[in-house]
């Protein structure tokens, strides 16, 4: 079975530009989340995904975004880049349904954003 | 919302010994402490995790012990060896996943 794939791996941008993220769960998970994983900060939570639906967001600015498709991919955008931005955006999917408890957390390799 | 701290930030131990990471968490509703590991470059991958309803849990070298009067957790790994060295993060999940900040393990040979 396909683990979980995030497209790009590595992009670079710059302050003000904008960017689209993208990730393929493993088939059959239809829950998503995103996280901001940054040195010294761990992995933030970003938002979580369940059937097309926003179920969860982190105490992150309007300027992060998500959506989830009816295949279960995912993208989220980060508008007007700033320079604090840069991190590694991690993608998992899990068999969690919203409402039954947790489940294990599959990430994918994650998507290296560098805003110049 | 939760407030999960993880110490040490950094351990270094020699080969054979035993390291332990620790985990304090805020919200007693949380009911579920999973333990990542991430070696440089890959993906975090989950190693071991615990729900509230237990106290302890072993799986070959590695253990997680909960204790939820005090609202901690913590992994422990005996008998390290090299392929050990990691960053390991620990999660609480309430509503949605808390991470700690990562405790990078160095076992030296």
């Known amino acids: 079975k396909a683990g979980v794939t995030q497209t790009p791996r590595y992009l670079i941008k710059t302050r003000g530009q904008q960017v689209t993220l993208s990730c393929s769960p493993i088939?059959?998970?239809?829950?998503v989340s995103w996280y901001q994983q940054t040195p010294g900060q761990g992995l933030q939570f970003l938002f979580e995904y369940f059937s097309e639906t926003q179920r969860n967001k982190g105490n992150f600015p309007g300027r992060f975004s998500g959506r989830q498709f009816s295949n279960s991919r995912s993208e989220m955008n980060v508008s007007t880049l700033e320079l604090g931005d840069s991190a590694l955006y991690l993608c998992a999917s899990s068999l969690k349904v919203p409402g039954q408890g947790d489940g294990e957390l599959f990430f994918g390799e994650g998507s290296r954003l560098t805003v110049l | 919302g939760e407030n999960v701290e993880q110490h040490p930030s950094t351990l270094s131990v020699q080969e054979g010994d035993s390291a332990v990471i620790k985990c304090t968490y805020s919200d007693s509703a949380s009911n579920y402490f999973p333990w990542y590991k991430q070696e440089l470059g890959k993906r975090p991958q989950l190693i071991i995790d615990i729900r509230s309803n237990v106290g302890e849990k072993k799986d070959q070298r590695i253990a997680v012990t909960l204790n939820k009067t005090a609202k901690h957790f913590s992994l422990h790994i005996t008998e390290t060896q090299p392929e050990d060295s990691a960053v390991y993060f620990c999660a609480v999940f309430g509503n949605q996943f808390y991470f700690g900040t990562g405790t990078s393990l160095t076992v030296i040979p």
């Open positions: 088939s059959g998970h239809r829950s």
